[in-house]
């Protein structure tokens, strides 16, 4: 083929090199050139640093990347930026995109998907952007609060220098090792009682449970029946014996209130006892003239009796 000459060859390999280099570059960029996607745009009053190719993310997912960032020259009021999004991704009605700052720098663009997801928005649609809500700028929120706790940092750091440097503090850390020493001899001296003290305590314990258990024994083998049969016995003799006493006190009251026997007449004749007191103080008169005029009862003679 005489067209094909060397002029054309480098010509070629040159269109080649540079589709090649064109398509690496973008590649690099994370644009796909032989992938369908679908284009949207962006608003936003600050990019806060994003450059194109950085990536879109929807759940924590990456669905598209940047392809171009445009200030808005006219109006000087906000930025536009063009998205690529794949061609399965369906942005529902409600949908925003902000962008969050990574701690080793970075910015991404997340897609905060709308709450019908039914209802989409066509090809083309410009989204509303919303300030960074990443870590970077919840850091940067919360530094001010940051500043303003320092002082008082400082003055926590002071008053403990100060506290830690008191003599005091050193001597309460003495008696809190003597302390802690005190208590490590009190649990060795406690252990050697659980060991030795303890241990010969349960076996007497457990003898005594070993007696005690034989003593139920034997008294569970004791014939208890017989032996509340003898006590009923016992009981009933008991019971007759008082019977017998009460017959016999009342027999004998009875004998002592009738006057068919001597002790009744004894008991109950009044004569008899007026007789018996007569008696009585008889003998008594006689016993004192006795001891008045003892010669006329008793003579005593030497020479033999005298007649009077």
């Known amino acids: 083929m005489k067209w094909l000459t060397k002029e054309v060859k480098i010509a070629f390999a040159t269109i080649v090199a540079a589709v090649c280099v064109f398509v690496g570059i973008n590649f690099l960029k994370g644009i796909n050139l ?103 700028a919840q850091l940067q929120n919360a530094l001010p609060d940051v500043l303003a706790m320092l002082p008082k940092l400082d003055s926590i750091v002071t008053n403990l220098q100060m506290i830690t440097s008191d003599p005091a503090l050193m001597q309460t850390l003495r008696n809190a090792e003597r302390l802690t020493a ?68 009342m027999d004998l009251d009875q004998k002592m209130k009738s006057k068919d026997n001597t002790l009744g007449l004894f008991l109950s004749d009044r004569s008899l006892y007026d007789n018996i007191n007569s008696t009585v103080a008889n003998a008594d008169s006689l016993v004192i003239d006795l001891k008045a005029h003892p010669k006329r009862y008793v003579h005593f003679s030497v020479f033999g009796k005298k007649d009077k």
């Open 34 to 136: 032989f992938q369908s996607n679908n284009t949207y745009y962006v608003k936003f009053q600050d990019v806060n640093g994003l450059v194109v190719s950085n990536p879109v993310l929807a759940n924590g997912y990456p669905v598209g990347v940047v392809r171009d960032i445009r200030y808005d020259y006219e109006t000087a009021d906000h930025v536009l930026v063009e998205i690529e999004v794949n061609d399965q991704m369906q942005i529902p009605q409600g949908t925003f995109a902000q962008l969050d700052s990574e701690l080793m720098g970075g910015v991404k663009m997340v897609l905060v998907m709308g709450p019908n997801p039914t209802k989409h928005i066509a090809k083309g649609d410009t989204l509303v952007g919303k300030p960074a809500g990443g870590a970077m």
């Open 182 to 249: 005190e208590l490590g001899e009190t649990a060795q001296g406690l252990n050697q009682f659980v060991n030795n003290d303890l241990t010969a305590l349960s076996k007497k314990l457990d003898n005594t449970l070993g007696h005690a258990e034989g003593f139920t024994k034997e008294l569970a083998a004791l014939n208890l029946q017989k032996t509340m049969q003898s006590v009923d016995q016992t009981l009933s003799n008991v019971t007759s014996l008082s019977s017998n006493l009460n017959n016999t006190v």
